[in-house]
């Protein structure tokens, strides 16, 4: 049988195994790095690009998201000393930017002193493992994951047979408890809280990304035996998960592959027992809030970041409420603020940033050369105000790698450059809707291809109000009921028509779907419109009968133009 092709990083590692490079990054030269010591050195969590050369981020895991504060003190002390800019990621760990590779090295092994790591947090490694920020404190909390999480983490890290032996990176999610503050389903594998014949453990879901909703292996899991379900899951991803395309190396290709009822079979030869099918999901949505009750009667309060920022003096701030009220532990949340537990209700926050919470940023273009937007900065210039009445959330990635799960927000973004509405270059996102999250029913799709920043307010407003004059109380409801009722093209019409009524014929009536399957999408358009009997249909309406191969394609097109077009002087 003839030998596959491995791809060049898969070379790279039967040449030198990641884990015997280790020795190797002290006398590295930071100006005559190649592309495999790029590669190399993520593997223990130093990130560099070339495209940057004399920048370095050093990425810290923080399993669970829990970190002892006297750890959050030494780290802030020590990026502070250092000028470097602190970040906690949408997967609750945290990141120091702006090191030179001696100041990353260093910085990297005055972690393991602190009792924190930043090993194995890129590349093809498993990261950090998430779950509720406030695991095992909270009324819905049935199953406290925090032991599991460190008992998973034991089984590869720095273990030399998975210090980047995976074929890609593998993300881990679970979570113990009923509140939902994001979802579990865009994980490679997700332990979601459910119950089976009296006993409460989890249903097993696998091959989610950043775009896809992972896929039931119809297994139920106790809490008893997670961990080895984990590395059952992990050994098999590690012994045949594909390595000839880097493109196709996650393990929800594999599952392509394969088919689910064959890694099923899989998993279930590398189990010690006989496990039961899936039970019944446990899981509810919550509204994010500042303040949440404890089941010990305290409160835990949320310090809102800067989308993630985390400069000096909120820094400084967090550490010093801690001391005063003997918080031991921090927790980290993938909404990228910080949750601190049993501190009196009463204690404002004089460094937080007063913004809405529900919604996630990846780092964005000023600390990752990927992103095509600034994303925070974008994020604070937006006023998101309806969507905090209303409870809709939003997630804003610079770039299609989808950090801040954009395909499981409400509504979703990613950062473009384009230059179809104006002569120069401008930013803008495509933007997604129709997330089916909270229990993993499906990714949110792409809607809009192009959405001007500077039109950005406006459509998400818009959206708002479409939702509010649905008469729905849950965007996924909304979602479910009626968007996803409906193609992408159709959708992109009927935003588009709405925006356009709204911003250029200066009206304030609303165009709403219906929630009902229609199966020629443009004759119910038309229908509509020649009902409503006004002169200014007629050219839509025609360019909505051009038998064009992309249903919707000339309205699209005409409809863009009118909203988006910057017009030029006369």
């Known amino acids: 049988m003839a030998q596959l092709k491995l791809n060049k990083i898969e070379k790279l590692k039967r040449s030198l195994r990641p884990i015997d490079y280790y020795e190797k990054i002290a006398s590295l030269d930071p100006s005559r790095l190649s592309e495999a010591d790029r590669f190399y050195l993520k593997n223990f969590g130093i990130y560099n690009h070339k495209l940057a050369p004399g920048r370095f981020t050093l990425r810290i895991r923080v399993p ?79 199953v406290e994951v925090y032991d599991l999480i460190v008992r998973m983490q034991r089984v590869f890290l720095k273990a030399p047979d998975f210090v980047g032996e995976i074929p890609r990176k593998f993300n881990v999610g679970i979570s113990g408890c009923r509140e939902q503050l994001f979802s579990l389903f865009g994980n490679d594998l997700a332990f979601v809280l459910a119950r089976r014949e009296g006993v409460t453990g989890f249903n097993l879901y696998v091959g989610g990304k950043n775009s896809e909703t992972a896929r039931s292996l119809n297994l139920f899991v106790t809490p008893e035996a997670a961990v080895a379900a984990f590395e059952a899951v992990a050994t098999l991803y590690r012994d045949e998960g594909p390595r000839q ?25 590398r189990l010690p027992a006989a496990f039961a099918e899936a039970g019944e999901l446990r899981v509810e949505k919550v509204r994010p809030s500042r303040e949440t009750a404890l089941r010990d009667g ?103 790698k989808g950090c801040a799960r954009h395909a499981f927000s409400d509504i979703g973004l990613v950062g473009i450059r384009t230059k179809l509405f104006a002569e120069a270059v401008e930013r803008g996102v495509r933007l997604y809707l129709g997330a089916e999250y909270t229990r993993g029913k499906r990714a949110g799709r792409l809607v809009l291809y192009s959405v001007p920043m500077r039109h950005l307010d406006a459509m998400i407003d818009l959206i708002a109000d479409l939702f509010a004059a649905g008469g729905y109380d849950d965007f996924e409801e909304y979602a479910a009921e009626v968007i996803n009722r409906y193609s ?57 009968r051009c038998q064009e191969a992309f249903p919707f394609r000339e309205a699209i097109i005409f409809l863009e133009r009118a ?4 017009k030029s002087p006369s």
């Open 245 to 269: 395309s880097r493109s196709r190396a996650r393990l929800f290709h594999m599952l392509e592959t394969l088919g689910i009822d064959a890694f099923r079979r899989k998993v279930l030869d």
């Open 298 to 400: 305290s409160v835990a309060l949320r310090y809102t970041t800067r989308f993630g920022e985390l400069d000096g003096a909120a820094a400084e701030e967090i550490c010093e409420l801690c001391e005063r009220h003997g918080v031991g532990t921090i927790r980290l949340g993938c909404d990228q603020n910080i949750y601190l537990p049993r501190l009196p209700a009463g204690v404002r926050f004089r460094h937080e940033t007063k913004r809405y919470a529900g919604i996630v940023t990846c780092v964005g273009s000023r600390y990752c050369v990927y992103s095509l937007a600034d994303t925070k900065a974008e994020s604070a210039a937006l006023s998101l105000r309806k969507c905090g009445e209303l409870n809709i959330s939003v997630g804003f990635s610079g770039c299609l």
């Open 488 to 544: 992408e093209p159709a959708l992109a019409f009927w935003l588009l028509l709405n925006f356009y009524r709204r911003h250029r014929l200066g009206e304030t009536s609303l165009f709403l779907l219906e929630a009902e399957n229609r199966g020629d999408e443009k004759a119910w358009f038309i229908r509509r419109l020649e009902e409503e009997g006004e002169v200014r249909n007629r050219e839509l309406i025609e360019y909505l």
């Open 64 to 142: 669970g998201g829990r970190i002892a504060t006297e750890a959050f003190g030494h780290l802030r002390s020590a990026a502070g000393a250092m000028n470097a800019p602190m970040v906690v990621t949408a997967r609750a760990q945290l990141e120091v930017h702006g090191l030179t590779l001696p100041q990353a090295w260093e910085l990297s092994r005055s972690l393991e002193r602190w009792g924190l790591t930043s090993w194995q947090t890129y590349t093809d490694n498993f990261r950090n493992i998430v779950t509720h920020p406030l695991d095992g404190l909270t009324e819905g909390c049935a």
């Open 563 to 566: 909203c988006f077009s910057v």
